[in-house]
């Protein structure tokens, strides 16, 4: 197993302070996050996040991307994009993007659901079975174009979405070239919507599984009650070692899966300094990899 950081999870470093540092901290590859964002005062995880490459002139900047990603000794993951895949213009780009840069995998959203927003997409309140059926039909076309540009687009596991868990996407994904199709499977949004026990749905996903993303997270209960007087609960993320999912039982998962590709770390927990966080996560997830049996790279700086 090697890992990697999803630079949505450093906002306060550029690009190249993103590199420069995971690469001295042992880290093996990065992905980087895509899309245009809207400015912010202070650099955060969604907005102003400088860590950030645009979808504006996104071709421009390849060459950079990739001279900052080589010049760190690091390997990319994937692409952490964000076009949604009924606008094939910059699905069709982030393929493209993907293919020039040697990164092999991106992410492609799918559509979202109820009153949630993904990835700038705002949701429709449609019927769940007609925005499936639709997110079907746009994935094949994805499949198509990824097969031409020689990669494999990923649908996520996403609350509030038409792909939540594991058994969605696979439903959604099944007779398609898991060759190029292919799920992140994700602890963290797991825990907000979705959860079904790692082991089986990992068994379930089978050759779709293609990637994993790594963050955790809990549910707090809130002061205030529903209407019918019932509690309130609210999830928030929360760091690696601290939130409601175990990490070493899911790497246990993984490890009795057959999984042995990337995991890559969004952690969007806050309560220590990027730096730190960084670096503690990277000494965790060895540790609980050594444990769960799992072999691991030496990292970039070694």
Same mark, same amino acid.
């Given at each position: 197993?090697?890992?990697?950081?999803?630079?949505?999870?450093?906002?306060?470093?550029?690009?190249?302070?993103?590199?420069?540092?995971?690469?001295?901290?042992?880290?093996?590859?990065?992905?980087?996050?895509?899309?245009?964002?809207?400015?912010?005062?202070?650099?955060?995880?969604?907005?102003?996040?400088?860590?950030?490459?645009?979808?504006?002139?996104?071709?421009?900047?390849?060459?950079?991307?990739? *001279?900052?990603?080589?010049?760190?000794?690091?390997?990319?993951?994937?692409?952490?994009?964000?076009?949604?895949?009924?606008?094939?213009?910059?699905?069709?780009?982030?393929?493209?993007?993907?293919?020039?840069?040697?990164?092999?995998?991106?992410?492609?959203?799918?559509?979202?659901?109820?009153? $949630?927003?993904?990835?700038?997409?705002?949701?429709?309140?449609?019927?769940?079975?007609?925005?499936?059926?639709?997110?079907?039909? #746009?994935?094949?076309? =994805?499949?198509? *174009?990824?097969?031409? #540009?020689? =990669?494999?687009?990923? =649908?996520?596991? #996403?609350?509030?979405? !038409?792909?939540? $868990?594991?058994?969605?996407?696979?439903?959604?994904?099944?007779?398609?070239?898991?060759?190029?199709?292919?799920?992140?499977?994700?602890?963290?949004?797991?825990?907000?919507?979705?959860?079904?026990?790692?082991?089986?749905?990992?068994?379930?996903?089978?050759?779709?599984?293609? #990637?994993?993303?790594?963050?955790?997270? *809990?549910? !707090?209960?809130?002061?205030?009650?529903?209407?019918?007087?019932?509690? =309130?609960?609210?999830?928030?993320?929360?760091?690696?070692?601290?939130?409601?999912?175990? !990490?070493?039982?899911?790497?246990?998962?993984?490890?009795?899966?057959?999984?042995?590709?990337?995991?890559? !770390?969004?952690?969007?927990?806050?309560?220590?300094?990027?730096?730190?966080?960084?670096?503690?996560?990277?000494?965790?997830?060895? *540790?609980?990899?050594?444990?769960?049996?799992?072999?691991?790279?030496?990292?970039?700086?070694?």
């Amino acid at each position: 197993m090697k890992f990697s950081v999803f630079t949505a999870s450093t906002p306060e470093w550029s690009p190249a302070e993103a590199a420069a540092q995971l690469s001295a901290q042992g880290w093996d590859g990065i992905e980087w996050r895509v899309t245009d964002q809207p400015e912010a005062a202070e650099p955060g995880f969604w907005a102003g996040n400088r860590a950030t490459w645009p979808m504006t002139g996104l071709e421009d900047l390849l060459p950079e991307i990739a *001279r900052i990603t080589a010049d760190a000794g690091l390997e990319f993951s994937g692409l952490g994009g964000y076009a949604p895949c009924d606008n094939h213009d910059d699905v069709e780009r982030m393929l493209a993007a993907t293919a020039a840069l040697g990164a092999r995998q991106v992410r492609v959203n799918v559509l979202p659901l109820g009153n $949630s927003t993904k990835g700038g997409q705002e949701a429709s309140g449609r019927p769940y079975p007609e925005l499936f059926a639709e997110t079907r039909e #746009h994935y094949e076309w =994805v499949a198509s *174009r990824a097969a031409h #540009h020689g =990669v494999k687009a990923l =649908v996520e596991l #996403h609350h509030g979405t !038409v792909t939540a $868990s594991a058994s969605s996407a696979r439903r959604l994904l099944d007779g398609l070239d898991p060759q190029h199709v292919g799920v992140i499977h994700d602890l963290g949004n797991l825990l907000i919507e979705g959860w079904e026990s790692p082991l089986p749905a990992l068994q379930l996903l089978g050759p779709y599984l293609a #990637h994993v993303h790594v963050k955790n997270a *809990r549910w !707090v209960r809130s002061s205030g009650r529903d209407e019918a007087g019932g509690a =309130v609960w609210q999830s928030e993320w929360a760091p690696l070692a601290e939130g409601q999912g175990s !990490v070493l039982g899911y790497f246990r998962a993984l490890a009795d899966a057959g999984y042995d590709g990337w995991a890559t !770390v969004e952690d969007f927990s806050t309560e220590v300094p990027l730096a730190g966080r960084t670096a503690g996560n990277l000494h965790y997830l060895r *540790r609980a990899a050594e444990l769960a049996g799992i072999p691991v790279g030496t990292g970039a700086a070694a």
